[in-house]
């Protein structure tokens, strides 16, 4: 299967921190495709290395045919490649639809991009003259993903997207995630391992640093033990 993003031995520094130690997997076009770990373990510094906001000191990242190791966050972002923040970075002083132009390329909207979003998030149709602030954690979610997806994204980065939401806002998030999934590529930070395994295609697991596990998301749903030893946790608890 055909990898839209590819990273090969990356190592990135924080400060006086090593923090990837040689992160290496691919992500196959289309679908959701997830990265498990514990708190700490690299996941949200491989999302931000992969958007050009942390520089790796070393190895390669590319996406499509493109080198994107070196290349600056805005020049990373026009070749196709949104990303969702786990504090989703949207501006509460602004309405949904203030907040969307902004995202928007030419600040104006595909009227049929706009209706499909609508479809999959109604909430941002009902509240499209609201303050941003006034939403609720799960409309936030809803509208940061939102801007993600205003403009056609070949690949889409999201962290986190289920922290903080109550349970019937993250079955709600599944639905959203599966349609979304049919036309963009998705490559989630998780550690809700209900949601993760309801959506993930592939998945890999990061520990310390260093991608400790690859394969197929049913196989580790599967498997009760491995997902003990590699994350702590079994399916049942989470």
């Known amino acids: 299967m055909t990898a839209i993003l590819r990273l090969d031995d990356v190592h990135t520094d924080i400060g006086q921190y090593h923090v990837l130690h040689g992160v290496s997997f691919d992500v196959p076009e289309g679908g959701v495709h997830v990265l498990l770990g514990r708190n700490g373990a690299g996941k949200t510094t491989t999302l931000r290395t992969v958007m050009g906001l942390w520089r790796a000191k070393k190895g390669a990242i590319v996406f499509r045919h493109h080198d994107i190791t070196a290349m600056k966050t805005p020049d990373i972002a026009r070749l196709g490649i949104a990303y969702v923040p786990e504090n989703m970075g949207i501006f509460g002083g602004l309405t949904v639809e203030e907040n969307m132009r902004l995202a928007a390329a030419t600040g104006t909207f595909d009227k049929d991009r706009l209706a499909r979003i609508f479809s999959i998030f109604p909430a941002m149709e009902k509240f499209w003259t609201n303050q941003a602030y006034a939403l609720s954690g799960g409309q936030k979610q809803m509208l940061a993903i939102s801007r993600a997806i205003i403009e056609k994204r ?85």
């Open 154 to 238: 070949d690949l889409i980065l999201i962290d986190e997207p289920t922290k903080g939401l109550a349970p019937s806002i993250i079955r709600n998030m599944i639905d959203a995630f599966r349609e979304i999934g049919k036309e963009t590529t998705i490559l989630l930070v998780e550690q809700n391992f209900h949601f993760a395994k309801a959506l993930g295609r592939g998945v890999g697991v990061i520990e310390d640093g260093r991608i400790v596990h690859k394969g197929q998301m049913a196989d580790l749903a599967a498997d009760a033990d491995l997902q003990t030893r590699l994350l702590s946790l079994t399916a049942e608890a989470h």
